[in-house]
């Protein structure tokens, strides 16, 4: 009797997982049990194994994280179709990812947020960096600042001829030191390393944690999981971490708010102090029910800082790596440089339109390092169709980048580091549609204006500079660290002086 009441139970089991709870969803791989499809990016990395199974499935599929189902999108047509030009249907964010509460205090910030929160927020740090002069001379010459900097730092490190030194982690440093100047109104430079340094080892723990699957098992409910034994310990670490983070940043918020007079019409000079005088004009205003209270400020400066500093810093460093390991790609670059440039001047905005090969440089290493394995999920606000599937209201669904930009449909022989795609039979550059790397839609990036800046004034100036080579050890050189974003492993790299 017992054996057939398993037998039963097992079949009725099997039956709800393995048929009915995927028959109306896009085909995708099986998803186990409480892992759902989590376990195989344990044995192939994120992006690879993405790539299988757009081959095997085709473009519109579902993957299971734990128990969730994610409809993920891979071509560019059906993705121009749904998240561009139907945006609304697709703005908002999973609402039962509730690790994220307890980050950022409940459904608060940018990249977490939905709805007015949401939609209030990032038009407002819109608006801020718009005024910072973002579009403008004031924000290149924010970024300047930093690229001078690092450039003097590499030159003494460097002396007369050439070293093995970091050059990522001066990028770092020196990217770090803008978003916290917009942030906070200061920068790290050297005499505040140690401070960045830590706030960057939250910052990679929290982005790295992103492709643990324990973290992704117990997403739906912390609170209930860690009552068993390992998710106790992971409960225990995690949260810890966290609460170090917190307390930095509540820290510097509170800080900032003892220095600011509130009676002055002085205009802001940073993030933080806008966000405040905004608080104390509802304030004045008898406004109290509004977005804008202080968990939304620490939400808000948490996304800004991590999402604007690990992407372009890594991004960076992959270039530094693509063009060591393309010797000619590098040679033909200086001498665009010489040609155009043909000194050791600041290199600027106004040189942009004439350097063709330099900006191909960037937009194939974005294409290339496809620094966001998985995209952020979003979710869908009401029911839709999506080649031919019903797709009801509330699904989880995401446009899959890194599997396009890595799509021989759209960019032939993906496997290969070729700036010259993104030039023109004049020479020109130009950019497709299907280069994607800050998402599209109503969630694109909201930082892209200032990370295409970034891109451009550290690249242009660093190569402009200096030649780079491999160091003496180069046996991790150009390995990969898969999380939220892909890091390069820590690496060396030989500098030179050009002039
Ligand atoms: C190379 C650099 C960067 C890349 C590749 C990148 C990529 C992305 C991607 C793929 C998304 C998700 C889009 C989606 O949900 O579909 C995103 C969102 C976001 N990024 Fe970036 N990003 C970069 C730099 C920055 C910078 C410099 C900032 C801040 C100053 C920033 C702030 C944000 C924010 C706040 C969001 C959330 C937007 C929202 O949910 O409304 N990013 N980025």
Known sequence: MFALILAVFIFVYLFFHLYWKRKNLPPGPIPIPFFGNLHSFYFTDMDAQLQKWKKQYGDISTLWFGGQPIITLHDAPTIMETF???????????????????????????????????????????????????????????????????????????????????????????????????????????????????????????????????????????????????????YKKYTGEIQKMKDHFFNLIDKHRKGINFDSNDEPTDFVEAYMRHQHKLKQDGITDNNYDDAQLYATVLDLWIAGQETTSNTLAWLCIYLIQTPHIQQKLHKELDDIIGSDRVITLDDKNNLNYLNAIVAETQRYCNLVPINVPHRTTKATEIRGYKIPANTIITHQISTVLMDERYFPEPEKFMPERFLDKNGKFFQPTELMPFGIGKRACLGEGLARLELYLFTANIFNHFKLDYPSNKTTFGNRLIGATITPVPFLCNVSKRF
């Open 84 to 234: 561009l030009k139907d945006g609304e249907t697709y703005a908002a964010r999973p609402n039962n990812m509730k690790w994220d509460d307890i980050i950022r205090l409940g459904r608060n910030g940018i990249v977490g947020s939905d709805g007015p929160k949401w939609r209030e927020n990032r038009r407002f740090a819109l608006h801020v960096f718009r005024n910072f002069g973002l579009g403008k001379n004031l924000m290149q010459e924010r970024v300047l600042e930093e690229v001078t900097h690092l450039i003097t730092d590499i030159t003494s490190d460097i002396k007369h001829g050439s070293k093995d030194i970091s050059i990522q982690n001066g990028i770092d440093l020196a990217v770090g030191s803008i978003i916290n100047g917009i942030t906070f109104g200061y920068r790290y430079g050297k005499e505040k390393e140690e401070e960045f340094f830590k706030v960057k080892k939250f910052a990679q723990y929290l982005i790295s944690e992103i492709a643990n699957p324990l973290f992704n098992i117990m997403n739906p409910d912390p609170e209930y999981y860690k009552k068993f034994p390992v998710c106790s310990a992971y």
